[in-house]
C-alpha cells in the first residue's frame, strides 16, 4: 500500500484538498482500516508461531479464514447470521454513545428480550407466520426496551450512573434467566436441565437460501439489520429526536439550555437502544436457537461494544463493524475445523484491528510512509 | 417571591438543591416502610422458634458461645424500628440522617432476612464474615486501580482485562517459577498493560472507553487462546502454589474478628494495606494533590508546571500494578490455575465499586465488601433451605446496589477530566 505516498508541499496539499477534500476522510476511512486488518492479521501469525504452531498450519488456517467467511455460499451465509445479532445490539449502543449514554447492558437486554420472544413464540399455537414474527420481535423489542428503559428512568430520575445500573441489571438478568428456564411453563417437557420449549414453527424467521441447501443458515433477519440500520440513520440525522439525542451527547448543558428535556431524551434513548439489543436477541432465538438456554446471548452484547465503537457509532460504520466481527467469527470457527487453531485467536485479531483503526496516530506513527505529511494531527 | 428568587441565584440554587434532598428524603422514606412491612409480614410472621448463630468454634482459644436470637421477636422490632426511620424521614429535621439511616435500614433488613432464614436452625455467622472478606478481595483490587487512574482523567474500562492478565501470568510463571515468582510477575504484567493503556490514551489519544474494552479484548483473546492451545498439551504449565493463610499472632485467636480479618493469605493484607496507602497518598501528599488536580483541570495543572502526560503515565501503570495484584488473587491466592475469563465480569463489578465508593479507596473498600457479604450470603444461604429460590437470592444484592446508588449516592461526581484526552498547546 505503500504506492498511495505522495510528495506534497504546502501549495499542493492546499490545491489537493480543494480538489479532492476528502482525501484525509478517504485514509481514515479506507487505507488505515486496510492497515489494520493487515497488521492484525499478521500479529495474530506471530501469536501462533509463539504458540509453537508451524508456518504451514497457519497458512492453512488464514486460507481458512477466509473461505469461511466469504469463500461459498454457506460461508457468505454465516457470516451474514453472525453479524445480524451483532449489528443489531451495536445500533444500540452506538445510539447511546451519540446520546452520551454507556449502555453496557446490552448483553442483559438481549436476555430479557430474548426470552420474551421465546415465551411469545411457543404460547399461541395456531397464529399465522405473517402476524406470530412480527409478534414475537415487537414482543422481545418491547422487553429488551422496558430493561434497559429502568436505567435510563434512574438516570434521569435519580442520577445513578448508568454504568453501574446496567451492570447490576446484567448480573440480575443472568439470574432471572435461570429462574425462568425452569418454571413449569417455559421449560421443556420431560427436561430437567433449564432449556425452554422450542419457538413454534410458525413464529421462526424464515429461512431464506433452503432452496439451494437445506443447511444454509439465513434467515429473514437479515432485513431486519438492514431495515434497522436505515432507521437508524433516519432517525439520528433526520429528525428532531435524533438531533435531541445528538445534541444532549455533545454538550448536555447547552441541550438544556436550548430546552430540550434531558430526562426524556435519555430514557428515550436507553429504551430504544435496549429495544435493539431485545431484538437482536429476538432475532437469535426466532432465527437461529429456536430455543433458550442459560447464556443464549453468548457474549453478544459485550462484542457488540467494540463494533459500536469500531463502526464509530454512524449506523453506517456500525453495520461494516458487525459484517467484519461477523466474517471474523464466521471464518474462525472454519479455522477450528480446518487447522485446528483456537477460534480464541479470532478475539486477539479483532482486539488489534480495533486498535488499530481506534488510534490512527498510533497506525501513522508505524507506517509514516502510507500518508500525506500535513495530515498527522487527529481530528478531536 | 418568585420574582425574589429569580433576581437571587443562589437562593434559587440552594432551593433546588433542598428539592433535591427532599426527593431524596421521601424515597428514602418509602424504601424503609416498605423495608418495615416486609419484615413484619414476611419476616416476622414467618418466623418461629430461636435463630442460633455460631461465633467461634469449641476449639477456638476464647470461644464466644452461640448467639440465641427468639426470631419472631427480633424481627418485629426491627420493622418497628424500620417504620420509625421510615415515618421520621417525612417529618421536619428528616433530611439531615438520609444516607445514615437507608444504611442502617438495609443493615436491619438484612440482619431481619437472615434471622427469618436461620430461625430453629443454626448458622456460622463468622464463617459468612469471612468468606466476604476474601470475595472481596479482587472487587477491592479492581476498584482501587479505577479510582488510582480516573483520579488523574483516565476512565479504566480496563480493569477486568488487567485483572485477567494478572491472573494468567500468576498462573504460568507461579507453575515455573513459584509463588513469590508468579506475584512479581503478575504485578509487572498488570502494569504493563496500565502503561499501554496509558499510552494509548495519552500519547495517541484513543478514546478512553475505546482503549479499554480493547485491552479487555486483548487479554480475553490471548489468555483463552494459549489455555486452549497451551495447556491443554502441557498440563504443568498450569499447576501454580497458592499461598498459603498467615496467622498474625494474637490477633488470630480473637473471636469473630481473628477468623474475619487475621487469617488470611497475604492478598487480604495486601490490599487493606494498599487502600491504606492510597488514601494516604492521593489526599495527604503533595505528589496526591497534583494527580488530582490533572484529573480535575489539567490545562491548569499544566500552568503550574505539574507534567500531565508523566502524571497520568505514573498513575495509570500504577493502576495496572494494583489490577495486575489483585488478578493474582484468582489463582496464587485462590485455586491455583487458570481457567478460561476466570475473572467473570469482576472487573466490572469493580468499576461499579468504585463509582458506589465515590472514587475514594476506602469507598470502593467498603462497597467491595457489601459486594463480597451479598456473595458468600447467597453461598451460605444454600445450605439453610429457604422457600426463596436461590435465583433471587442472587440477585438481591445487585437490586440493593440499583437500589442504594438510586437512593443515596445519586448523583456521584467523577473527576471533571475524567475521560478526556489533553492536548498539550
Do not use: C
Not at chain 2, 128 to 145: D, E, K, N, R, Y
Not at chain 2, 298 to 323: C, E, K, Q, S
Amino acid at each position: 500500500m505503500s504506492e498511495t505516498k505522495k510528495p506534497t508541499n504546502g501549495f499542493s496539499e492546499a490545491l489537493l484538498r480543494r480538489a479532492a477534500p476528502d482525501r484525509a476522510a478517504w485514509e481514515d476511512l479506507v487505507i488505515v482500516p486496510l492497515f489494520a486488518v493487515v497488521v492484525a492479521l499478521l500479529l495474530g501469525a506471530a501469536a501462533m508461531l509463539a504458540t509453537d504452531v508451524d508456518l504451514a498450519t497457519i497458512g492453512r488456517s488464514y486460507v481458512a479464514l477466509v473461505s469461511g467467511s466469504v469463500g461459498s455460499v454457506n460461508a457468505i451465509s454465516e457470516t451474514l447470521t453472525s453479524a445480524i445479532p451483532l449489528t443489531l445490539a451495536g445500533l444500540g449502543i452506538a445510539l447511546g454513545f451519540r446520546a452520551g449514554l454507556f449502555n453496557i447492558g446490552a448483553e442483559g437486554q438481549i436476555l430479557i428480550g430474548g426470552m420474551a420472544a421465546v415465551v411469545t413464540g411457543f404460547s399461541f399455537p395456531g397464529l399465522p407466520m405473517i402476524v406470530h414474527v412480527p409478534l414475537v420481535l415487537i414482543v422481545g423489542a418491547l422487553a429488551g426496551g422496558l430493561y434497559a428503559a429502568i436505567a435510563g428512568w434512574l438516570r434521569a430520575a435519580t442520577g445513578a450512573h448508568e454504568v453501574i445500573s446496567t451492570i447490576m441489571l446484567n448480573l440480575i438478568s443472568y439470574r432471572l434467566v435461570d429462574y425462568m428456564l425452569r418454571l413449569d411453563f417455559i421449560q421443556r417437557e420431560g427436561r430437567s436441565d433449564p432449556i425452554s420449549k422450542s419457538v413454534l414453527e410458525n413464529a421462526e424467521l424464515p429461512r431464506l437460501l433452503t432452496w439451494l441447501d437445506p443447511n444454509l443458515r439465513l434467515h429473514a433477519g437479515v432485513f431486519l439489520m438492514i431495515g434497522a440500520v436505515i432507521f437508524i440513520h433516519w432517525l439520528l440525522f433526520k429528525t428532531r429526536m435524533g438531533f435531541e439525542f445528538r445534541a444532549s451527547g455533545e454538550n448536555p448543558e447547552a441541550a438544556r439550555y436550548a430546552g430540550m428535556r434531558a430526562g426524556l431524551v435519555i430514557v428515550l434513548a436507553m429504551g430504544l437502544a435496549g429495544a435493539l439489543a431485545g431484538l437482536a436477541g429476538a432475532n437469535q432465538v426466532s432465527g437461529v436457537l429456536g430455543r433458550a438456554s442459560p447464556g443464549f446471548s453468548a457474549g453478544i452484547g459485550f462484542d457488540a461494544i467494540a463494533v459500536a465503537l469500531l463502526g464509530r457509532s454512524h449506523p453506517w460504520g456500525v453495520l461494516l463493524a458487525g459484517l467484519l466481527f461477523g466474517a471474523l467469527e464466521a471464518g474462525g470457527r472454519q479455522m477450528q475445523v480446518d487447522a485446528g487453531v483456537s477460534i480464541d485467536l479470532i478475539g486477539i485479531i479483532q482486539a488489534l484491528i480495533i486498535v488499530f483503526i481506534a488510534a490512527p496516530l498510533l497506525v501513522r506513527a508505524l507506517f509514516p510512509w502510507g500518508f500525506s505529511k500535513a495530515k498527522t494531527s487527529a481530528k478531536e | 417571591m418568585t420574582s425574589t428568587s429569580i433576581s437571587d441565584p443562589i437562593a434559587q440554587q440552594t432551593r433546588k438543591l433542598d428539592t433535591t434532598k427532599v426527593r431524596q428524603a421521601h424515597i428514602t422514606g418509602w424504601i424503609l416502610l416498605a423495608l418495615a412491612v416486609l419484615a413484619a409480614l414476611v419476616f416476622g410472621a414467618g418466623s418461629e422458634g430461636i435463630a442460633t448463630f455460631r461465633l467461634s468454634r469449641p476449639t477456638d482459644p476464647w470461644a464466644l458461645p452461640n448467639l440465641q436470637v427468639p426470631a419472631a421477636a427480633f424481627n418485629y422490632l426491627v420493622a418497628a424500628v424500620l417504620a420509625f426511620l421510615g415515618v421520621r424521614q417525612f417529618l421536619r429535621g428528616g433530611l439531615r440522617w438520609t444516607g445514615l439511616s437507608l444504611g442502617l435500614g438495609m443493615i436491619l433488613a438484612v440482619a431481619a432476612f437472615l434471622v427469618w432464614a436461620t430461625a430453629g436452625k443454626g448458622f456460622s455467622l463468622t464463617g459468612m464474615l469471612q468468606a466476604t472478606v476474601v470475595a472481596a478481595v479482587p472487587i477491592t483490587l479492581g476498584g482501587l486501580a479505577g479510582v488510582l487512574s480516573e483520579r488523574v482523567g483516565v476512565v479504566n474500562i480496563a480493569i477486568e482485562g488487567m485483572l485477567l492478565a494478572g491472573a494468567f501470568t500468576g498462573a504460568l510463571l507461579g507453575s515455573l517459577v513459584g509463588g513469590v515468582g508468579g506475584l512479581v510477575a503478575a504485578v509487572v504484567i498488570g502494569g504493563l498493560f496500565g502503561f499501554i493503556l496509558a499510552a494509548l490514551v495519552v500519547t495517541y489519544r484513543v478514546d478512553q472507553i475505546i482503549a479499554g474494552v480493547v485491552i479487555n479484548l486483548f487479554v480475553l483473546g490471548v489468555t483463552s487462546y494459549v489455555s486452549s492451545q497451551v495447556y491443554s498439551e502441557h498440563r504443568f504449565l498450569n499447576n501454580a502454589p497458592i499461598f498459603s493463610p498467615i496467622r498474625i499472632p494474637v490477633l488470630a485467636d480473637l473471636p469473630v474478628l481473628g477468623p474475619m480479618l487475621f487469617q488470611h493469605n497475604l492478598f487480604v493484607y495486601g490490599a487493606i494495606l494498599l487502600v491504606t496507602a492510597a488514601t494516604y497518598y492521593l489526599f495527604h501528599t503533595r505528589m496526591g494533590l497534583r494527580a488530582r488536580s490533572v484529573g480535575e483541570h489539567p490545562r491548569a495543572a499544566d500552568t503550574l508546571g505539574i507534567n500531565v502526560y508523566r502524571t497520568r503515565y505514573i498513575n495509570v501503570t500504577v493502576a495496572g500494578m494494583v489490577a495486575g495484584f489483585g488478578g493474582a488473587w484468582f489463582t496464587l491466592g485462590s485455586v491455583g490455575r487458570f481457567d478460561e475469563n476466570m475473572t467473570n465480569g469482576l472487573g466490572y463489578i469493580g468499576l461499579a465499586a468504585m463509582i458506589f465508593g465515590r472514587w475514594h479507596p476506602v469507598g470502593a473498600l467498603m462497597a467491595a465488601l457489601i459486594f463480597g457479604f451479598a456473595n458468600s450470603l447467597q453461598q451460605k444461604l444454600a445450605l439453610l433451605n429457604t422457600p426463596i429460590p436461590s435465583e433471587f437470592l442472587a440477585m438481591a444484592p445487585y437490586i440493593a446496589t440499583i437500589v442504594l446508588v438510586a437512593g443515596v449516592v445519586g448523583r456521584a461526581r467523577a473527576p471533571a477530566a475524567d475521560g478526556e484526552a489533553y492536548v498539550k498547546e
